[in-house]
Structures are given as structure tokens and as C-alpha cells.
Nanobody, 126 residues
Framework: QVQLVESGGGLVQAGGSLRLSCAAS????????MGWFRQAPGNEREFVAA????????LYADSAKGRFTISRDNAKNTVLLQMNILKPEDTAVYYC???????????????????WGQGTQVTVAS
């Protein structure tokens, strides 16, 4: 059974940067597409970024394009989300997710993913 654990969240001033990490344990995650989502209070969980199993292909929400970068280190079973030029509207709990379909195409919907981490809080102060 694969478990996902996020880290790297915190409080940052607008314009600052954070790097989120998602570590997979229990089974190598290298065969599976993964993604990052976020959920602000009162809002539904929304797609942020996704990466293919190889890391060769990525996809971003419009709100993340040009500011966020998703990457993965399959040797370390880790997926990263580098977030730059953070804005107060980026404040949310960030979740990583894994799709249990080897080499499948990633998706942008919550229902596309099978496993979720517990989330890490990101707060951007204005």
C-alpha cells in the first residue's frame, strides 16, 4: 500500500516562495502519474499541477502557470512543487495525489486520482 506524506508548507509573505514535497512510501511511485491539488476554506479541492510517471510531461492550472513547477525524483519516490511569486489567493491546504494506473495519463479532476496525502497548509500573507 502506497502512502503519501506532504511537507514544506508554511507562512510566507506575498511574492515569496515555498517548495512542497510529497514522499511516497510502501511501493515505488515511479510508475504512476501524480498531481497536486489545493483546497481553500469554503472551496472545493482544485487542480494545481500534474506530472506523468516519467516526469517528461506536466500540466498546470492557469493560476499556476509561470509561477509553479512540478517535478519528480523517481529514485527518491518524491514529487516536488516549487511555488514562486506567491499570492494571498494561493492560501490553501495543498494535497498530493497519485493515480494507481501504471503509465496512465494524468488528469485534472479529483476523481482521476486514487491516493491522497494528508495535506500541508500554505498561508500567504499580504
Amino acid at each position: 500500500q502506497v502512502q503519501l506524506v506532504e511537507s514544506g508548507g508554511g507562512l510566507v509573505q506575498a511574492g515569496g516562495s515555498l517548495r512542497l514535497s510529497c514522499a511516497a512510501s510502501g511501493r515505488p511511485s515511479s510508475n504512476y502519474p501524480m498531481g497536486w491539488f489545493r483546497q481553500a476554506p469554503g472551496n472545493e479541492r482544485e487542480f494545481v499541477a500534474a506530472i506523468s510517471s516519467s516526469g517528461d510531461n506536466t500540466l498546470y492550472a492557469d493560476s499556476a502557470k509561470g509561477r509553479f513547477t512540478i517535478s519528480r525524483d523517481n529514485a527518491k519516490n518524491t514529487v516536488l512543487l516549487q511555488m514562486n511569486i506567491l499570492k494571498p489567493e494561493d492560501t490553501a491546504v495543498y494535497y498530493c495525489a497519485l493515480k494507481l494506473s501504471p503509465y496512465a495519463k494524468y488528469g485534472t479532476y479529483v476523481s482521476n486520482y486514487d491516493l491522497w496525502g494528508q495535506g500541508t497548509q500554505v498561508t500567504v500573507a499580504s
